[in-house]
T-cell receptor, first 114, second 112 residues
Framework: DTAVSQTPKYLVTQMGNDKSIKCEQNLGHDTMYWYKQDSKKFLKIMFSYNNKELIINETVPNRFSPKSPDKAHLNLHINSLELGDSAVYFC?????????????FGPGTRLLVL | AQSVAQPEDQVNVAEGNPLTVKCTYSVSGNPYLFWYVQYPNRGLQFLLKYITGDNLVKGSYGFEAEFNKSQTSFHLKKPSALVSDSALYFCVPDTGRRALTFGSGTRLQVQP
C-alpha cells in the first residue's frame, strides 16, 4: 500500500505546454502539500491545503494552480511551462497542519521541460 | 525564528563503523526537529522527530538522534553503517509556518 502516490513519476514536455501532476494519499490526513526540489536539492513549499482549503500559497508564478477535489487528492496544474520549471515536485501529507506533525512524502515527479 | 545548520556537505564512513550526521539549531522557544532521508532517485522518508520529552529519539532503520539543549544540537547517529544507508539526509525544523523548511542536506557515503 502506497501511502502518498504521485503520477506521473517522470514528465518530459516542451516549453509552452500545459501539464498536470496528480497526488493521492490514503492515510486519512487532512493536510496536503506541494514542494519543489531544485537542482541543488533545496525543497521549497509551494502550496498547502487543509481540508480542501488553501492555507499556504507561497510566491510561485500563477501559472501554477493547485486543485483539491477532496481531502485525499491534491493536483498541480502548470500552464505555459518554462525551462525553469524543470525540477522534482513532491507531494506530502500530514494528519493536520499543527506544528510538529510529521509530513509523509510521495516519490516525486521529475519534470523536464525542453 | 527557527533554523538549522548541517555543517558538512558530505560525510564518508566505512561500512560497519558508527556514523554521525551533524545538525545544530537556532530557535526561539521549544524546537520541533525532524530528520528525513532521500535515497537516490526516490522520495523523502521520515526517520525521526523531536517534539518534547526524552532527549534520545529512536527512529527508523536503526537511526537515533539526541536532542542536546546545551549544545543546541540534534545529531543523527547509527552504531553500524550499511552501504544502503548512503543517501541525502536533511535536518529540518518545523518553523511553525505549517510547512517544513529544508536546506541542502548532508550526503552520506558509506564505503564497503
Amino acid at each position: 500500500d502506497t501511502a502518498v502516490s504521485q503520477t506521473p513519476k517522470y514528465l518530459v514536455t516542451q516549453m509552452g505546454n500545459d501539464k498536470s501532476i496528480k497526488c493521492e494519499q490514503n492515510l486519512g490526513h487532512d493536510t496536503m502539500y506541494w514542494y519543489k526540489q531544485d537542482s541543488k536539492k533545496f525543497l521549497k513549499i509551494m502550496f498547502s491545503y487543509n481540508n480542501k482549503e488553501l492555507i499556504i500559497n507561497e510566491t510561485v508564478p500563477n501559472r501554477f494552480s493547485p486543485k483539491s477535489p477532496d481531502k485525499a487528492h491534491l493536483n498541480l496544474h502548470i500552464n505555459s511551462l518554462e525551462l525553469g520549471d524543470s525540477a522534482v515536485y513532491f507531494c506530502a501529507s500530514s494528519q493536520d497542519s499543527s506544528a510538529g506533525e510529521t509530513q509523509y512524502f510521495g516519490p516525486g515527479t521529475r519534470l523536464l521541460v525542453l | 525564528a527557527q533554523s538549522v545548520a548541517q555543517p558538512e556537505d558530505q560525510v564518508n564512513v566505512a561500512e560497519g563503523n558508527p556514523l554521525t550526521v551533524k545538525c545544530t539549531y537556532s530557535v526561539s522557544g521549544n524546537p520541533y526537529l525532524f530528520w528525513y532521508v532521500q535515497y537516490p532517485n526516490r522520495g523523502l522518508q521520515f526517520l525521526l522527530k523531536y517534539i518534547t520529552g526524552d532527549n534520545l529519539v529512536k527512529g527508523s532503520y536503526g537511526f537515533e538522534a539526541e536532542f542536546n539543549k546545551s549544545q543546541t544540537s540534534f545529531h543523527l547517529k547509527k552504531p553500524s553503517a550499511l552501504v544502503s544507508d548512503s543517501a541525502l539526509y536533511f535536518c529540518v525544523p518545523d518553523t511553525g509556518r505549517r510547512a517544513l523548511t529544508f536546506g541542502s542536506g548532508t550526503r552520506l557515503q558509506v564505503q564497503p
